[in-house]
Structure formats: C-alpha cells, structure tokens
C-alpha cells in the first residue's frame, strides 16, 4: 500500500517575531521602535495574518495525510521525500529559497500577504489551499516547469537556483577569478564585486536591477525558458585584470567558468548565503541551465 501524501508547510520568522527575540516582549519591542518614530502594531498585525493564513493551510490539508511543517532557516537540513507536496506560505522569494532542495516535487505558492508580494509564484489564497492539495495529489496536476541555474564545482559540488546563483566575496572584499564565457571564448582575469548568472524567474529581481543599470541591451528569458543571463558586478580595471566580459547570455548547453584567484570565495543560490559552498584558489565553477525544473503548481 502506497504511503499518503504528506504536506510539507514551508514558511518563516516574521519580522514581528525577531524583534520579540531581539527585544523580549511586544512592550520593549513597541518602544524601541516607537522611540525611532516606527510603529509595531503594522508588524505584529501582518504577524497574526500570517499564522491565520497557516492555521487555514493546516486545516485544509486531509485528515488521513501526514503533515510536516519546516521553517526557512532548516530548509539545508530538512529530507524532502519524493511523495511531498509542498505548499510555500509567504513571499514569492520563499519559493526560490526551497526550490535547490527538490527534486520534482509540486510546489504550491500561497500568498500569505496580499498586496505587498508581486505574487510571481505565491499565485494562490490561503481559502484555495484544499482544491490545489487534491489537485497536486493527483496524475494530471497541472504546473508550469521553471527554469533553474546549476553551478558545479571541480571537485563534484552542486548549486541550484530558481532565481540566481552569486559568485564573489563573503564580505565586501573585492573577488579575483578568471572568467570563461564558454568553451570557444577565452579567458579574463578579473576583479569585481561578484558574478550574477540568473534566470527568467530571477529577471524580476536581482538579476533585473543589473539588467535595467546595463541599459538592458539583452534580452531578459521567460521563467521557462532554457536560457540565463550572467553580469559580472563593478568590474574593476587594471594592469592585471579586464572588463571586457561583462555580461553575457547563456543557451542550454552553454557554461560559464569562474576559476578562484582569491583565498576564499563562495557560491550560494537565491540568497542562502547560509548555505554557501566555498571556493578555494585555484577552483572552477561551472553554471548554467540546469536539468532539473521547479513544478509550480498554476
């Protein structure tokens, strides 16, 4: 006998909830703020919205189903099973932040804020939450496939992400690699702030502030598209390094190289810089269009 399905609710700290941390109570918290001219009471209200919206999740899901809730912060740490489905309870940036963790599993995106999230890919209200979960259970649930980014490493280390992968310092020091744009182009020694190869889902973030800053002279990709985008952040001229390879566009089979000439830099997707793997002199990164999609349920 197969297993039930199992709902993975994924969600995270409020800002509400890290000012009560911070502070010890709503009273401290309410002053602290108050004495700085901001108001808590627009944070705690959106606080409560959101645990009404998970409570109405939670009691939508089937009875006979088995239900696991994970938080943000956990996601490196959390074992998402094949029979998954997960429903992502908060801003579309949630869903790019569980997307390098799955493997095919349907994601359901629930705007718990309507409003404030553009609702790229929380599309959905939490009342909606029972007729997606059978819809997601069954064989013909219909999702749209999104494009992810891969970046691996020589040594076998893997990076997935729905919206970008960043290559570059820790802090704010300057970032020393070389930079291949492909296989029959050479090479650029150079020193940035970084490397941005995005996706189309990402051309609404990140990857768009670049694209509008470069007087987007290429053209964006679709959010199912097999094609990525890549800028390099404030290059830097001299003797030794160039800026000639800036920006670029990236098809299927295409790659992008970043070969470590810094102690320590690191990659990390969608912006789990928690989750980041770290790259030593003399390391490559290859990214581009990865094999795996993102099954959004519409």
């Known amino acids: 006998m197969s297993l039930a399905p199992r709902v993975v ?3 995270r700290v409020s800002e509400y909830e890290e000012l009560l941390a911070r502070h010890g109570t709503h009273g401290q918290a309410a002053f602290v703020l108050g004495s700085r001219g901001d108001d808590l009471d627009t944070l705690a209200a959106r606080h409560h919205a959101t645990r009404d919206a998970l409570t109405a999740i939670a009691a939508r899901i089937p009875l ?12 490196d740490r959390f074992l998402f099973a094949p029979e998954d489905i997960v429903v992502v309870a908060g801003q579309d940036g949630l869903v790019a932040n569980v997307a390098q963790y799955l493997h095919g599993q349907p994601v359901i995106g629930i705007d718990t804020d309507p409003g404030r999230n553009p609702g790229v890919l929380v599309r959905h209200r939490p009342g909606d939450a029972a007729a997606l979960l059978r819809a997601a259970a069954g064989p013909r649930v219909t999702t749209d496939a999104l494009t992810m980014a891969e970046g691996v490493t020589d040594d076998g280390r893997t990076l997935l992400a729905l919206n970008e992968i960043y290559v570059g310092s820790a802090g704010h020091r300057t970032a020393r690699y070389r930079l291949r744009p492909g296989a029959e182009e050479g090479e650029e020694t150079q020193a940035s702030s970084g490397v941005l190869v995005g996706t189309g889902t990402g ?4 990857l768009r502030s670049l694209w509008q800053e470069r007087g987007a002279a290429l053209p964006l990709p679709d959010a199912t598209e097999d094609r990525l985008l890549w800028y390099v952040r404030e290059a830097w001229p001299s003797p030794a390094t160039g800026v000639q390879r800036v920006a ?3 098809a299927e ?8 000439e810094s102690d320590h830099l690191v990659a990390f997707a969608d912006g789990m810089e928690s989750d980041a793997l770290d790259l030593t002199w003399g390391q ?10 993102l099954r959004l349920v519409v």
């Open 64 to 75: 006979t189903w088995r239900q696991a809730r994970v938080e943000r912060a956990d996601l």
């Open 253 to 260: 089979r295409a790659r992008l190289t970043v070969t470590v």
């Open 9 to 11: 609710l994924v969600h």
């Open 284 to 293: 490559s990164l290859r990214a581009g269009v990865s094999e795996r999609r």
């Open 248 to 250: 670029g566009l990236l």
């Open 203 to 206: 051309a609404g973030g990140w």
